[in-house]
Nanobody
Framework: QVQLVESGGALVEPGGSLRLTCSAS????????IAWFRQVPGKEVEGVSC????????????FYEDSVKGRFTISRDTSANTVNLQMNNLKPEDTAVYYC????????????????????WGQGTQVTVSS
């Protein structure tokens, strides 16, 4: 059974940093593309970033939404079977529940990742940016 678990969310002041981690059981994350999303209560789920699988021809591919470009970095730790989202210079508008997602059919990260139907989602981790 595949299970994704996000961790690392916290309350942080504007300008601060957090590192979110997506870990998995029942699935080797490096074999699949991974996407991060976020959601504010009452609003739609918003794409944040994605990274291609290590087995794809586009394994170096990453993508960031304009709202986080230059501040967030997605990366893999293959030994730990995790995907991390390093978030720097956080802003109040980054406040949301953050989710990681993947699917057995998802390998290549493109800017159209928000239209992919992901089978596997974590439970989310809360990020609050406030002074």
């Amino acid at each position: 059974q595949v299970q994704l678990v996000e961790s690392g969310g916290a309350l942080v002041e504007p300008g601060g940093s957090l590192r979110l981690t997506c870990s998995a059981s029942g699935l080797t994350l490096s074999s699949y593309g991974i996407a991060w999303f976020r959601q504010v209560p009452g609003k739609e789920v918003e794409g944040v970033s994605c990274i291609s699988s290590l087995s794809s021809s586009s394994e170096a591919n990453t993508f960031y939404e304009d709202s986080v470009k230059g501040r967030f970095t997605i990366s893999r730790d293959t030994s730990a079977n995790t995907v991390n989202l390093q978030m720097n210079n956080l802003k109040p508008e980054d406040t949301a529940v953050y989710y990681c997602a993947t699917d057995h059919r998802y390998h290549i990260c493109r800017d159209s990742y928000v239209y992919v139907t992901f089978a596997y989602w974590g439970q989310g981790t809360q990020v609050t940016v406030s002074s």
